[in-house]
C-alpha cells in the first residue's frame, strides 16, 4: 500500500509518546514493504520517507514546532507530491494544522481516511493554561479547528468528561475530528467510550501503540530485590504539570523507606521539581532528554516505572515501555489498569501525595519479583510488529472498499 501519514508531532521536532509511536508505526509499515510517507511540521528531514512541510521558525507548543495554517501546508504538499491521489489511504494522527491538511486532502480526493485520537486536548488546555484564560483560549482554539473541519457535533458541560465550558469546548474539537474519518482508531477502549459518549458515531477501533522491537531487543531478567533495599523507581515521562510530577515528589519526600528516583525528560516543571529536590533533599537524580535507548538501559537496573498523571493519559508509552521490558508500573489513574497485565502494577488509593506514599510505602521484594514475571510474559503484546497486524486489518478493509 501507499500510505500518507499527517502528524502534527514527530521527532526529533516533537516530544512524547504521540512522536515516538509515530515512528515505530511507520518503520515497521515500511519494513513490510509498504510505502509510507510522513507529512509532519519542522525543518530538514533526515529521513527519505519524512517531508516537513511549512512551520513557524521560532514558535512552539511544549518545545514542538508547528506548522503554519492548513492551507498553506495543502498547497506545499500538492506541489510536492503532484500525484497525491495515488495514494491508497490518508493517516491522521493529531488535530493541528498538518493533521487538519491531511484531513482536507483526502476528502478533496476521495481517499479513505483513519483519524488515530491519541490524547486528552481537553485536560492539557485545563492543566496548562491559567485562569481566566482557559476558556479563551479553547474557545479560540476551537472557533479555529471549525473554520476548517465543520463543526456538526456540539458539546455541552456535563458531569462526566467536561465539567467546564474550557473542557466541552476542547471536546467538541475532539470529537468533530473524529467524526470526519472513515474509521477513527484510540489506544485504549476506555479513551473510545468518551469519544462515543460526546457524539462520534463512526466506526471506533483500538489498536494499541507499540514499543519497537530493536529498542528492546536485549535480554531483560526477572526485577529482584531484597527486603529493606533501596526501591529504585524510573520516571519516563514530561516533566509536566499534567503528568503531575510535583504531586510525586512530595510523595517520595513522605517515605521513610530508602529509595532513588531517576527522573528521564523534561518539560514546564523541570525547574521547579529540580529546587523541590534539592530544598528536601530528596534522593532524585535528574537526567534530562536522552535518547530512548539509554532510558532503556536504565529501566533495567530500575524496581518500578511510575506515571503520576490522572484523568489525562489515554496509555502512555511509559506503560508499554515498562512492560516491554519487564519492569512493574505504579500510577495512579485507575484506567490505566486496562493497559498492562493483571497483577503488573501497584495503583496508589487516590491522586494525592498521600496516597501515593502509603502504596509505595507498602511494595514488597516479593511483590517486585512477581509483577515483574508477569510483565515479562506478556512483553510480546505491547511490540509494535503485534500491533501493526491490527493497523493493516483497518487499512486493507477501508482499501478494499
Known sequence: MKIAIFTDIYAPWGDGGIASSVKAQKDDLE??????????????AHEKSVVTVPSHRWLRVNGAVIAKRPG????????????????????????????????RLARRFGLPLVQTMHGREDMAIQINVSHPWKYIVASILSGWHSRYIRHMIKVKKDKFQA?????????????????????????????????????????????????????????????????????????NSRVSKEKRI???LKAIAMLKRPYILYVY????????????????????????RKRRDKIVEKMQEAHFGIMA?????????????????????????????????AGSFVIAGGAEAEAMAIALEQISAQQVEEMSKIMLANRE???QETQIAKLLAVYQTLVRR
Open 163 to 235: 465539567p467546564t465550558r474550557t473542557r466541552a469546548k476542547m471536546w467538541e474539537l475532539m470529537v468533530n475530528q473524529a467524526e470526519v474519518a472513515d474509521v477513527v482508531l484510540t489506544p485504549t477502549n476506555h479513551f473510545a467510550r468518551k469519544l462515543e459518549h460526546y457524539g462520534v458515531t463512526r466506526p471506533i477501533v483500538a489498536v494499541s501503540n507499540g514499543v519497537p522491537a530493536e529498542l528492546v531487543n536485549g535480554k531483560f531478567l526477572k526485577r529482584k530485590m531484597e527486603d529493606g533495599a533501596v526501591l529504585k523507581m524510573i520516571w
Open 246 to 248: 510535583m504531586p510525586f
Open 309 to 341: 498523571s490522572y484523568n489525562f493519559d489515554t496509555q502512555g508509552m511509559t506503560l508499554l515501555e515498562a512492560e516491554a521490558t519487564g519492569l512493574p508500573v505504579f500510577f495512579c489513574d485507575p484506567e490505566m489498569m486496562e493497559v498492562v497485565p
Open 31 to 44: 519494513r513490510l514493504g509498504h510505502e509510507v510517507t510522513v507529512f509532519c511540521p519542522g525543518f530538514d
Open 381 to 383: 503484546e505491547v511490540l
Open 265 to 288: 525528560g523534561d518539560g514546564n516543571e523541570f525547574k521547579r521539581a529540580k529546587k523541590f529536590v534539592e530544598k528536601n533533599k530528596l534522593k532524585v537524580k535528574f537526567f534530562g
Open 72 to 103: 498553506v501546508v495543502e498547497d506545499f504538499v500538492l506541489k510536492q507530491k503532484e500525484n497525491f491521489a495515488e495514494y491508497d489511504l490518508v493517516h491522521v494522527h493529531y488535530e493541528a494544522s498538518c493533521s487538519i491538511a491531511g484531513v
